[in-house]
């Protein structure tokens, strides 16, 4: 059975760190493109990062200089890095794969059971 296991998460003051890790579990053939999501009362789950197999990366505005996405396909992991935090990083943080279970099953979406983050200020 694939899915993601999440860990990392919880309660920061305004400013601290925090690192979020997401690991493939399971048989799989390949890990394409992965993501993190938060999803907030508001704002309902929007993209926070992205990097793609060449290592190609992508930030959503409101958290770049501050968060730092990164993989590691030996290992099948997936890590968030966010600095500086501030309270509208408040959510649920998910982590989601487009994955190849097969030569013959490709493109499969697998999230995670998400992660509260909260901020105080």
């Known amino acids: 059975q694939v899915y993601l296991e999440q860990s990392g998460g919880g309660l920061v003051q305004a400013g601290e760190s925090l690192t979020l890790s997401c690991a493939v579990r399971?048989?799989?053939?390949?890990?394409?493109?992965v993501d993190w999501y938060r999803e907030t009362p508001g704002n309902g789950r929007e993209l926070v990062a992205s990097?793609?197999?060449?290592?190609?990366?992508n930030y959503t505005a409101s958290v770049k200089g501050r968060v730092a996405i990164s993989r590691d396909d030996a290992k099948r992991t997936l890590s968030l890095q966010m600095n500086s935090l501030k309270p509208e990083d408040t959510g649920v943080y998910y982590c989601?794969?487009?994955?190849?279970?097969?030569?013959w099953g490709t493109g499969y979406n697998y999230w995670s059971r998400g992660t509260q983050v909260t901020v105080s200020s």
């Open positions: 990097v793609t197999r060449d290592g190609i990366t």
């Open positions: 399971g048989d799989i053939l390949r890990i394409n493109i």
């Open positions: 989601h794969a487009d994955l190849d279970l097969s030569k």
